[in-house]
């Protein structure tokens, strides 16, 4: 930006200042101080001198540059925001002596390029691709008939550092409590998850109104847009109320856009015959009513086809080894609830492939949108219920997103979903695999093999994952 101040966590920036009279290094201390609205601040100093705590969290540093000029009065400095800085906006103030100024407002945004930042993607390849790529594809269609169209994300398009500080902003979190949340915005996971819930408008302020039916007046069909950039504008404009309408593939257009905008590495996902599970038993159950018999509803559904979006980043919150880190699952269409909110994510894509459903964030809800079975039941008229018909292999086909520096679509089923009929992936060194016996399974039977997370056979803490394998 020619006009703001936007910086990256843990990336130095150059800043000038022009002092009245000369500075002495040996008798003058600058000290500096960048902070939210709500107080969270970072305080330092040239040189730094400044008395803080051993546990202080997001201190910034300022170092003078060779070219600076101190006996002119003339100031270069290296100014390097902490990489666990809190994103939004800040201003910035020195003071010299009894005399301060508010020297400058800045943006501070996730850094992907920084290995210390918590959404460090170490492939330039891919950060051009998932977070300066402003144009991508979308697939909708069927899973024999896949069918691509063009969006134009717009992340880096007049305002959008703004707009996207402001969702966060209406969010439920940071009505809340709001120093809470801001001093919260230094974690990515947490960011995410409440972006997920700001793009619908089921939670309070959402930025758009779905809608699955034929009746599109008061707004446009989701079929109209093509861009994100347009809808986050129009509810930026409209003081905030929600935009009229959308369906999966343009919430997860405008996430996609806000995620790249601060600096999280994004790609929008397309799974077909896409499940949605309402009572959390992984199975996507049918009823057919015998002769005389009322009909049994059932809430669960397949869709044709389904979108949301991945944002990479860390998960220590999981795991300390890394296994949970990477691509995690964040869906911002109103589907079910999640601590009290329609939001889902962010769910490791790893942890879905290995069935570990009983993570956070929504893991079930993901797993079974890609992995569930499909049972068709006939109820009887004394009530009893017999299976007629089983399907394991119809959920989840075609998980589609676009490739890297291309337009062609890139399959990535494999990442969710085991390949049928093969070995899971081998635990870690701090589980053990223990085989509890044969039990009957769909039809024949299977070997139960159990993981637990234990220090040795002795210490056994918690069943963390049931895998049946042939």
Same mark, same amino acid.
């Given at each position: ?69 101190? +006996?002119? &009065? /003339? =100031? ?10 809190? $994103?939004?906006?800040?201003?910035? %103030? ?109 939670? +309070?302020? &959402? /930025? =758009? ?10 707004? $446009?069909?989701?079929?109209?847009? %093509? ?244």
């Amino acid at each position: 930006s020619l006009k703001e101040l936007i910086v990256r966590r843990g990336q130095p920036f150059k800043f000038t200042l022009k002092l009245a009279k000369p500075f002495k290094l040996a008798l003058d201390e600058l000290i500096m101080t960048v902070k939210t609205d709500l107080g969270t601040m970072s305080r330092f100093g040239v040189p730094d001198k400044v008395q803080r705590l051993p546990s202080a969290k997001a201190v910034w540093k300022a170092e003078l540059q060779r070219s600076t000029a101190p +006996e002119t &009065g /003339i =100031l270069t400095l290296s100014i390097t925001p902490s990489v666990d800085s809190p $994103v939004g906006e800040y201003t910035m %103030s020195a003071r010299l002596g009894e005399e301060e100024r508010a020297l400058a407002n800045l943006s501070v945004l996730f850094n992907p390029w920084c290995p210390g930042d918590m959404v460090f993607m170490p492939d330039e390849v891919e950060r051009k691709e998932y977070v300066m790529n402003e144009q991508g594809i979308i697939y909708k269609g069927v899973d024999n008939y896949i069918a691509p169209i063009h969006w134009d994300y717009g992340q880096f398009e007049q305002d959008m550092v703004s707009i996207c500080v402001k969702i966060l902003d209406c969010s439920i979190k940071h009505k809340q409590d709001p120093a809470k949340d801001v001093s919260a915005r230094c974690n990515a996971i947490y960011v995410s998850r409440v972006i997920t819930s700001m793009i619908n408008s089921e939670n +309070e302020g &959402g /930025i =758009l109104k779905g809608n699955w039916g034929n009746d599109f007046r008061g707004g $446009v069909s989701p079929t109209h847009w %093509s861009s994100s950039y347009p809808i986050l504008k129009n509810w930026f404009n409209a003081c905030f109320c929600s935009v009229k309408y959308g369906q999966c593939w343009v919430f997860s257009g405008v996430m996609c856009s806000v995620m790249r905008l601060l600096g999280i590495p994004c790609r929008v996902i397309t799974n077909y015959q896409s499940a949605h599970d309402t009572n959390k038993n992984l199975i996507i159950e049918t009823y057919f009513a015998d002769y005389g018999v009322r009909e049994k509803e059932s809430k669960d559904s397949v869709w044709n086809y389904h979108v949301w979006v991945e944002g990479w980043m860390r998960r220590p919150d999981l795991a300390k080894d890394g296994r949970y880190d990477g691509w995690q699952v964040l869906d911002p269409t109103p589907q079910e609830k999640s601590d009290g909110m329609f939001c889902c994510g962010p769910a490791p894509v790893s942890a879905v492939r290995n069935g570990d459903t009983h993570l956070k964030y929504d893991v079930p809800f993901v797993f079974a949108e890609v992995n569930a079975d499909c049972i068709t039941w006939l109820v009887k008229r004394d009530g009893s219920q017999v299976k007629i018909h089983s399907e394991d292999h119809r959920i989840g086909q075609s998980i589609s997103t676009k490739a890297i520096g291309t337009s062609k679509r890139m399959d990535i089923t494999n990442s969710y979903k085991q390949k049928e009929g093969g070995l899971p992936d081998l635990p870690p060194k701090n589980r053990v695999r223990v085989m509890v016996g044969m039990i009957p399974y769909r039809s024949g039977e299977r070997t139960l093999l159990v993981d637990f997370d234990c220090a040795s056979f002795r210490d056994i803490k918690k069943s963390s994952t049931v895998i049946i394998r042939p």
